[in-house]
């Protein structure tokens, strides 16, 4: 897992590229992740994937005759913080297009200040639906909305043994774990199935005993658990230890990775909605794309599951660098107005926006692939 200095460290922002073969100066993307705090190790993720994207692409001469720049900027898992961090990379960085910012939450609070400074930013994890309803054309979103997760679990129904009756919620309290619990009730309860309790928790719990024992309390056969990386463990350790006796199943695309070392006891399966299964790159939309981002990832020696999340970042960097380069310039308005042209396959297979939100002010949204992998003693599985 990442330690708390590594986290620090990947907050920095890279330095300008001096690579041999270029005579241009760089041109720099602006990315804002949670580095620090409560949901880091799934912003680092993302970074990471990002960084990487960068450097493939460098490789191969980078965009307009110029290198590519990331410069990150740590929002530290807080709202505010991710304002702050916007802010520094357009009027301090002078970043012309923008990645981020993980949560819901952040991406909310950041998007007032898209539209104030006229800067496009491509959303790469955030599900909330009004990211792209609330009238803001300066959002284009790569990542799925909770009802199109929720409606493509439902299509997966059949395949649970024994069969899901009725569902309870855990989750996080926030923009990204209400919006979830939205969706799937809506999704779910439209295929018949019942709806039982919804318990939340705040970002930084870490005991989940009166949760877990609410839960407890009702007859649903299953457990929806929308929250980050580090809440899922946490989650579905105490959940054995208070002995729930339900299936869980998160949402979101994040995957408790500490429990492939140290998995639960054996006899406990959980379920994972993901958008990349890097166990399974041959079943990916385009299995070669991520062939190679799996591969450049494991070159770095990084925690492997990482890549469930890491593949954000990879595909938000492609995004943007096609949309530069088909706007023939690094200008704000001119990425903007470019990025409604991108037709690009990625890890997650093809990315192009259709638009979602008000006449004349419509948000850019992306419709990616799900896939729900299973956890049992350390090993997984396709469902």
């Known amino acids: 897992m990442l330690t708390r200095r590594t986290a620090l460290l990947t907050g920095l922002a890279l330095p300008a590229l001096h690579r041999t073969g270029f005579a241009a100066d760089p041109i720099k993307i602006g990315m804002t992740q949670p580095l620090t705090g409560s949901v880091a190790a799934s912003g680092n993720y993302v970074a990471n994937g990002a960084k990487i994207a960068v450097d493939v692409l460098n490789r191969a001469g980078g965009v307009l005759g110029a290198p590519i720049q990331l410069v990150l900027e740590d929002n530290k898992s807080n709202p505010r913080e991710a304002v702050a961090a916007a802010e520094k990379l357009v009027l301090r960085d002078r970043v012309p297009v923008m990645i981020g910012a993980w949560s819901s939450t952040f991406t909310l609070s950041i998007m007032p200040k898209l539209l104030e400074y006229k800067v496009p930013m491509v959303v790469e994890t955030s599900s909330a639906a009004r990211i792209t309803t609330s009238g803001n054309p300066y959002v284009f979103r790569i990542a799925p909305t909770s009802e199109m ?13 024994p069969a899901i009756r009725k569902i309870d919620f855990l989750s996080v309290n926030n923009d990204f774990g209400r919006g979830a619990t939205e969706k799937f009730t809506a999704a779910l309860q439209a295929k018949g199935i019942g709806i039982g309790r919804t318990e939340t928790m705040t970002p930084e719990a870490t005991d989940l005993s009166a949760q877990i024992t609410a839960l407890k309390q009702s007859d ?34 994040s995957f408790p990775d500490a429990l492939l070392a140290n998995p639960l006891p054996a006899g406990n399966t959980s379920y994972h909605i993901l958008f990349y299964a890097p166990w399974f790159p041959e079943r990916a939309p385009y299995p070669a794309i991520a062939k190679a981002y799996t591969d450049e990832w494991n070159k ?9 999340e890491g593949f954000r970042g990879y595909d938000a960097v492609l995004t943007v660098v096609e949309a530069i380069k088909l706007a023939g310039r690094a200008e704000s308005e001119a990425i903007r107005e470019a990025l409604w042209k991108v037709k690009l396959q990625g890890v997650n297979g093809d990315i192009a926006f259709m638009k979602e939100g008000p006449a004349g002010r419509e948000s850019g949204q992306n419709k990616p692939n799900v896939a729900i992998v299973t956890l049992s003693e350390g090993k997984t599985g396709l469902l």
Request: hydrophobic content about 40%; aromatic content about 10%; glycine content about 14%.
């Open 149 to 161: 997760e929720a409606v493509a679990f439902a299509e997966q129904l059949a395949k649970f043994s």
């Open 220 to 253: 649903g056969d299953t457990v929806f658990l929308t929250t980050g990386v580090e809440q899922q463990t946490l989650a579905l350790r105490q959940g054995v230890e208070q002995r729930l006796g339900k299936r869980w199943v998160t949402t979101g695309g």
């Open 300 to 308: 770095h020696g990084w925690e492997f599951a990482g890549l469930t």
